[in-house]
């Protein structure tokens, strides 16, 4: 009941104080332009069109290399996730988030050159991994499904 007569009143308590720094009872109108939320339509729409082309080329296995780096990606973040609560992996990485990036300016050229490093190994490991078994998979064309 209490908290019930201080909501009534509230609006008596604070005209007084509009009056005294010559406010309006009408607050002020915003008018945001149409081109605005048009612009930003048409961006997102182009985004969100990118992102969906880039999971199907990964889906259908156009660009092996993209295919094997989601694969390994979703492993760890399945590895991970098995080990760790959904939350725990949210805080690590909010706190990752704050904290690598002032950790990279700070030791910029020693993380260049591991990773410089470990992309030539990883390279080296793939060429190794495509001359051995991956040029040897049969690549069939993409057939789709004809609309009407």
């Given at each position: 009941m209490c908290c019930y007569g201080g909501t009534r009143r509230s609006p008596q308590?604070?005209?007084p104080v509009q009056q005294l720094f010559g406010s309006?009872?009408?607050p002020p109108r915003m008018?945001?332009?149409e081109e605005l939320f048009a612009n930003i339509g048409i961006s997102v729409g182009a985004e969100v069109n990118r992102a969906l082309g880039f999971l199907q080329d990964v889906a259908c296995g156009r660009n092996l290399k993209q295919f094997l780096a989601v694969?390994?990606?979703l492993l760890a973040v399945a590895m991970i996730g098995s080990c760790c609560n959904f939350l725990t992996v949210l805080y690590i990485g909010f706190v990752a988030a704050h904290t690598l990036p002032v950790l990279y300016e700070r030791y910029e050229d020693q993380v260049d050159g591991f990773i410089y490093k470990v992309l030539e190994q990883l390279q080296g490991h793939y060429q190794k991994l495509d001359a051995g078994v991956l040029s040897k998979i049969p690549k069939g064309k993409l057939r789709g499904k004809k609309y009407e």
């Amino acid at each position: 009941m209490c908290c019930y007569g201080g909501t009534r009143r509230s609006p008596q308590v604070f005209y007084p104080v509009q009056q005294l720094f010559g406010s309006s009872s009408r607050p002020p109108r915003m008018v945001l332009p149409e081109e605005l939320f048009a612009n930003i339509g048409i961006s997102v729409g182009a985004e969100v069109n990118r992102a969906l082309g880039f999971l199907q080329d990964v889906a259908c296995g156009r660009n092996l290399k993209q295919f094997l780096a989601v694969v390994a990606s979703l492993l760890a973040v399945a590895m991970i996730g098995s080990c760790c609560n959904f939350l725990t992996v949210l805080y690590i990485g909010f706190v990752a988030a704050h904290t690598l990036p002032v950790l990279y300016e700070r030791y910029e050229d020693q993380v260049d050159g591991f990773i410089y490093k470990v992309l030539e190994q990883l390279q080296g490991h793939y060429q190794k991994l495509d001359a051995g078994v991956l040029s040897k998979i049969p690549k069939g064309k993409l057939r789709g499904k004809k609309y009407e």
